[in-house]
Every structure is written in C-alpha cells, then in structure tokens.
C-alpha cells in the first residue's frame, strides 16, 4: 500500500515536470548549484558541470520538451556578458607587454583545435562528437552552445539527426570535462613546474614577489599593510616650526608617505592646510601606511600619540576609481599618485576582473580599477586627476547592454557558403564580438553602460548555466546509451587533448617566451581557460603571482575557443 503511494506521488512528480517545463529547469538549477560547491581538496565541479549533470538526471526521470528559444536567449545573453567581462584585457593584450602571452594563448588554441580534429578523424567522429571532445577537452563550456546552433544550420540534416548531434555534445562535454578539469588542474599546480626545472613553484613565487615588490611577510595579515590614522601631541622636536607641505615633503623624499588632515590648537579644531605651521603642543593626525610611519622619524621621538578621538571623526571614503586618465597610462601607481593624488592611498588593484599584487613600482593600465582611501575631501579632489568614480549602484544600463546584443546578432546573421555549408558568426558569435567592443567602450570611457556585478553574474553564469541546464534535459534520454558506447574512448580522447597544448605551451614558454615559472603556469591555465587550475596553481604557489600571467591569456582563449565551435562543425560535417 506505502509502495503504490509512493509510485503515484512520484508518477505525480515526473508528469508534473514534464508538463511545466519551468520547474524542471529550476530543479535543474537548485540541484546543479549544489552539486558545483561540493569540493575535494581544492578542486569542484562547479556550477556549470553541476547544472549540466543535474539536467541529465532531470531529463533521464522526466522526458521534458523546452523551446529552443529559452535556450537561445540564455546563451546569447551568456555570450554577451563574457565577451563585455574580458573585452578591456582581450584589447590590452593585442600591444604591449601582453603580445607574448597573447600569440601563446593563440599558439595554445590552435593546437588544441588541431588535435581535436585529427583524433575526431582518427576515432570516426561526426561533428556531435568532435565538438563536446572540443568543448570539455579545453573545458570552454560555451562551445556547446555555438556548436549547437552550427549543427542546427547545416543542410540536408534531419531534425532528429541535428537532436542526436547535440546530446553527444553534451555527453562529450560532461565526460571530457570532468577528467580534463581535474587533469589540468594537478598537472600545472604539480607536474608542469618540476618539467621546467622549478622544484618549489612556492619559493620560485616569492622569489618573484621580491623582485617586483609586492612580497607579503609570511604569517602577518594583509591589515598590517593597511592605513593607519593617529594622532600625537608635539613636543619640540624638528616638526616644531614646519609647514604640513615641507613635512610631508620630506617624508615622500625619505620614500615614505604622511598625510596631516587635522589637528587641535588649545581648544580649537583646525584643518592642517599645506601652509599651516606646526606649533609646540599642537596635537596632529597624522594618515601613513603602518610600515611608513614606523620608519619616518619625522615626527617621533619628538612627538607623544596621544587617544584624540575628536581628531579622528572627519570623514574617510573608499572608493573604486577606473583610470581613464591618458597621462596615467604607463606611469608607476607611485608616480601617478605622487603628482596627482598625493592625500590619498591606493588599497586594491583590479584588472580584467581579477586582483593583482601591486606595489608603487605596478604601471597602470588604462581601464585598472583601483581602489583608494582618504578623507573624504581629497579622495573626491582625486576623482578628476584619475578617471571615473565607480560608485556602489544596483543599476544596469539595460540600453547599452541590450543594443549591444541586437547589434552583435545582425552582424551575426550573414553566412557566408563555404565547402557547400553556409558558415557565419550566429548570432550568439555575434553577440560575443559585439560583448568584447562594449565592455572595452566601457573600460575606456566608462560614463555609460554600467553593468554592475550582481547583473552580470546573472547574465553570464546564470545565463550559462540556464544553457547547459536545458541541454543537460534535453539530451538526459540518450545520455547513457552514448555514455557505454564512447565513454572509456572519451576519456583517453579529452585528456590528450587537455594536456597537448599544456605541455607544447609549457616548453614554448619556458624557452622561447622565457616566462618566469609562476606566471607561465597562469598563462597556460588561462590559454585553456581552466579556472579550477589557476586556483590550484595559487594554492600551490601560496601567492596570487600566478594571475598576472592569466588575464590576458583567459580574454583570447574564451574568444577563439568559442569560435573554434563553429570551425569544428564544419570540419567534420
């Protein structure tokens, strides 16, 4: 009796997803989600396997019909925010210091084009196949989708043809993926830096951290480097009869920086102006990086700190800033901060979405963001010195974000025949491009199209795994039939071709590039945008060296790899 009450609640549940398609997406997503966090050591799924496996479940206990136009939608949307997060690395990268690790991620994509189509040859592969051995062989979860709308255009193939085609991109993707993720991720954090003659990847990286200053104490928090604000009652001394400006003068000539905001004469509160003069028995505050202060003796021993709490209520703001200032460009933070924003001090720099190691020595790159502190009144005189105020706002510039698409997807609609199959962008390629000029418009004036985090990470990993969560239902039924008939040969297949341009790369370079080590390892993890393995490599590393070689890499690699979609489709077709 329990039995047959439970067959009919779970018959009720499947019938019920198979009627509203909406929940089975969703169950799709909730479960997914979870599956991604799960972690061992330090790799994870991730959200985007997790969603596509869960999809296969879902799809494999309710036989669940999706319009493609909710699949379409979700992943040109998808598309548009990855081509907007990397568009002012993937410019940055096409001059300057980036033009080696550009043509090595370039190197790096080819080659891995190259050995998917001779073993897809090889192994009597059509283009369903090829492309999931494509996409999660060099773990590019976007190639599904571009391959997907590239099967749909090819002539003289059936409907149930084009359907067969894209499940085996999904079971390909799912098993290559899965084994080629971990792969990558022990090979550059463990085998690749001993095949370079790197023994410890860890000493080699505070090697380097040294060499370009940015090096952290082991064992002392990163608060320790933070501003500190003070305030000491003078006592005689060489500060006793100075003006604020020659005393902070004297300090930025010692290589140190102070900052006076304010002080107390007697009763009075009084704002310390460059030409105000500094009396015995005045009580300062003083603003300095910690390790500036200790080593100043500009003002101690002469001075007493005192606990002024009056003196320490004036207002301090935090504030993202995007240089857009041309000046700044090339320039040392050091220097640039010297002359055109000597009251306040950089906390954080970001660039391509990523957190780098900085020091005053760091040149700046035109659309960095980089956080600054101070009182409020000179960090809002810094403003017009620097670039744009990237102020905290939950606002999109929908607008800029939605005519980007419609343009991408027009350049995206002609095709062009080639070897009797029309070949063109899609609209979804389209709308990468079109991704990758708007997001390099915003980085270089960035008055409009705003795209706060939030709605992009919606757009982009929700929009992705929106994607590979309908694939993952629609391709559940045959999941299994195509899992027995290539998986073991999958397996093998997709670490070949995860490994190959790892290794050709990883030797390219060492002796030809001639990258340190460190910065190597990330250049290849983001030539096969693995972002399992660049956090392997900094675990290992125990230092965010690694990053700077990963940017730029990461911003050419998602490009042509998602491009690589089509190309595969009309090789093997």
């Not at 105000?276 to 021993?301: F, H, K, Q, S, W």
């Not at 030809?512 to 910065?519: K, M, N, Y």
């Amino acid at each position: 009796m329990v039995g047959d009450e439970g067959e009919r609640m779970w018959k009720w549940f499947t019938d019920t997803l198979h009627a509203h398609a909406e929940l089975a997406i969703f169950l799709a997503l909730a479960i997914g989600f979870f599956i991604g966090k799960l972690r061992y050591k330090s790799l994870t799924l991730g959200a985007v396997t997790g969603t596509l496996l869960a999809g296969v479940l879902v799809g494999l206990i309710a036989d669940v019909a999706i319009p493609d136009l909710v699949k379409t939608v979700a992943f040109v949307a998808f598309l548009f925010a990855l081509g907007y997060n990397v568009g002012p690395q993937f410019f940055a990268g096409l001059k300057g210091d980036g033009l080696k690790q550009l043509l090595m991620a370039v190197i790096s994509c080819v080659v891995g084009l190259g050995v998917v189509i001779v073993l897809s040859k090889l192994l009597g592969y059509g283009p369903g196949w090829g492309a999931g051995l494509l996409a999660g062989g060099l773990t590019q979860s976007s190639v599904i989708g571009v391959a997907g709308t590239a099967i749909s255009g090819l002539p003289h193939v059936s409907a149930h043809a084009v359907k067969e085609y894209q499940s085996q991109i999904a079971v390909g993707y799912a098993v290559c993926y899965l084994f080629g993720t971990a792969a990558a991720a022990y090979f550059l954090s463990s085998i690749a830096p001993r095949m370079v003659g790197t023994k410890d990847l860890k000493a080699s990286a505070h090697d380097l951290e040294r060499s370009l200053g940015v090096a952290e104490e082991t064992d002392v928090s990163p608060a320790y480097y933070s501003v500190v604000r003070r305030t000491y009652r003078i006592d005689g001394g060489v500060a006793v009869g100075r003006d604020v400006a020659d005393l902070e003068s004297s300090a930025r000539e010692a290589g140190h920086r102070m900052v006076f905001h304010d002080l107390r004469r007697g009763d009075a509160l009084l704002p310390a102006k460059p030409d105000t003069v500094i009396r015995n028995g005045d009580v300062v505050t003083v603003a300095a990086r910690r390790g500036d202060l200790v080593a100043l003796g500009v003002i101690e021993p002469e001075a007493i700190e005192v606990d002024d709490p009056g003196l320490l209520t004036y207002e301090v703001e935090t504030l993202s800033i995007v240089i857009t200032n041309k000046k700044l460009v090339g320039t040392s933070i050091g220097d640039a901060f010297a002359t055109n924003a000597p009251k306040v001090f950089v906390n954080k720099l970001v660039r391509g979405g990523h957190a780098l190691p900085w020091s005053d020595s760091t040149p700046i790159h035109r659309g960095d963001e980089i956080t600054i502190q101070g009182g409020k009144e000179h960090v809002e005189a810094a403003i017009r010195q620097l670039g744009y105020p990237n102020r905290s706002s939950d606002s999109t510039d929908m607008s800029y974000i939605a005519f980007g698409i419609v343009v991408g997807g027009l350049i995206g609609v002609p095709t062009i025949a080639v070897a009797g199959a029309d070949i063109g962008l899609t609209t979804s390629g389209g709308a990468l491009i079109l991704g990758l000029v708007f997001g390099w418009l915003r980085a270089k004036s960035p008055t409009f199209g705003r795209f706060p985090p939030a709605a992009n990470w919606l757009m982009s990993q929700g929009g992705l795994c929106l994607f590979v969560g309908i694939v993952g239902i629609t391709a559940g039924p045959s999941f299994i039939s195509g899992l027995r008939a290539e998986g073991l040969t999958l397996v093998v297949a997709g670490l070949i071709v995860t490994l190959t341009p790892m290794i050709v790369c990883l030797y390219l370079g060492r002796y030809v590039f001639r990258f340190p080590t460190p910065i190597l390892l990330g250049a290849i993890a983001g030539s096969n945008t693995t972002t399992a393995a660049i956090g392997a490599i900094t675990d290992r590393a125990e230092s965010q060296i690694p990053v700077l070689g990963y940017t730029v890499p990461y911003a050419i690699a998602n490009t042509l790899l998602t491009i690589w979609g089509t190309i595969i489709v009309a090789v093997l077709s």
